[in-house]
């Protein structure tokens, strides 16, 4: 079972647009699948950015806060 989709409405740049629509008749996808696909790899990348980020600000002696990466000792 997979999860329900969110709605997005957003507006694009021309260009994008031009390209989207290019994709779509070139691969027979509806434009709102191709960008389903790269907002999901996008999306995929920032969370496995955002797994690696606390192990590296421990390796630099940084804590992360709300307020941004400060030392251990509040520093």
Not at 15 to 43: F, K, M, N, P
Not at 48 to 57: C, D, G, I, V, W
């Amino acid at each position: 079972m997979s999860l329900p989709l969110k709605d997005l409405r957003a507006k694009v740049t021309p260009e994008t647009w031009c390209v989207l629509q290019a994709r779509a008749r070139a691969t027979g996808l509806d434009y709102s699948e191709i960008v389903r696909d790269v907002l999901h790899r996008w999306a995929a990348m920032e969370m496995r950015t955002a797994s690696l980020l606390p192990r590296l600000l421990a390796t630099e002696g940084l804590e992360w806060t709300a307020g941004g990466a400060q030392g251990r000792n509040g520093e």
